[in-house]
């Protein structure tokens, strides 16, 4: 652990449209076993939008979103986020802990709201995802999909910009598995498109997401994609064009 954890990490009180989303510098986390998960680790992310990581089992992609979200603290190097950083699990179950949809979202929530801002809040939470209406909905009833759904209502709930998702869609079905993709996408894209459940009026700022895959048909749906190795987040590429050249490898997943 970093002897000054806070000196490693930094976000800015409100984002500016000129700062990178995120910036990392020379990131270097070891666990307490000896085994280096990341080493020397740049990388910045441009601009809000859907960038994604891919990379073989054991490459440092968790950890780095753990630090990146401060629930572990790196032994050096520097973490900037522009914006309020929130991490969806790929196990909806590991997230979502309260029995009803709206009182979920809420405990996502800034304090010091009214009872109103919060009933209003929640139901704007629940219609930027595509759920509107389904406050009393028992979470337990809710489709693989839907809870996908609801883990990213929490975090623009708690006013996140900078999604962290950590294959979101892994133990999804095909369907809710695009769901969840053209979700994000929309929510990141510069002019986002009103759509069912996201009227213009209800949605957010320019979000970012970091989302990390091993469904390599994801990447065709990004606006970046980085190969991580070794602990280190390589350049940024074209989506179609990296699938496309990891499709042509014959390796498996754990070689990449
Ligand atoms: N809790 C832990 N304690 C000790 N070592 C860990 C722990 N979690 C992960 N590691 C190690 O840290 C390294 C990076 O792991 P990490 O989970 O970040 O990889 P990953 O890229 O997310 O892999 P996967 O694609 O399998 O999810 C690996 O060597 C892993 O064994
Ligand atoms: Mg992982």
Same mark, same amino acid.
């Given at each position: ?74 032994? !050096? ?20 802990? *309260? ?18 801002? /919060?009933?209003?809040?929640? @139901?704007? @939470? ?7 209406? *389904? ?8 489709? +693989?999909?839907?809870?996908? /759904?609801?883990?990213?209502? +929490? ?20 369907? !809710?598995? /695009?769901?969840?993709? @053209? ?47 070794? +602990? ?10 990296? /699938? ?9 997943? +754990?070689?990449?």
């Amino acid at each position: 652990m970093a002897a000054d954890s806070l000196s490693n990490r930094s976000q800015a009180g409100a984002s500016h449209q000129a700062d990178p989303p995120l910036q990392v510098d020379q990131l270097r986390f070891v666990w307490p076993s000896g085994q280096v998960a990341l080493d020397a680790c740049s990388f910045a992310i441009p601009r809000p939008g859907l960038w994604m990581l891919v990379g073989g089992n054991g490459s440092g992609k968790s950890t780095l979103l753990r630090l990146i979200t401060g629930l572990l603290e790196p032994n !050096s190097g520097q973490i900037r986020c522009s914006g309020k950083p929130a991490l969806v699990f790929q196990n909806p179950d590991h997230q979502l802990l *309260l029995p009803s949809c709206g009182s979920d979202v809420q405990l996502s929530l800034p304090a010091g709201l009214s009872t109103a801002q /919060r009933q209003e809040q929640i @139901a704007l @939470a629940l219609e930027q995802v595509g759920l509107a209406g *389904l406050q009393q909905r028992p979470i337990h009833s809710l489709s +693989g999909g839907q809870k996908q /759904r609801l883990a990213v209502a +929490g975090a623009l709930a708690s006013r996140a910009q900078l999604l962290l998702l950590d294959e979101p869609t892994a133990l999804l079905d095909p369907d !809710s598995q /695009r769901d969840v993709l @053209a979700l994000v996408r929309q929510l990141c894209s510069p002019t986002p498109k009103p759509g069912p459940g996201l009227t213009q009026g209800s949605l957010p700022g320019p979000i970012t997401a970091l989302w990390i895959t091993h469904r390599l048909d994801e990447l065709d749906h990004c606006d970046g994609a980085a190969l991580v190795r070794h +602990g280190r987040v390589g350049r940024w590429q074209d989506g179609s064009a990296l /699938r496309q050249r990891l499709n042509r490898l014959p390796l498996g997943r +754990g070689e990449r």
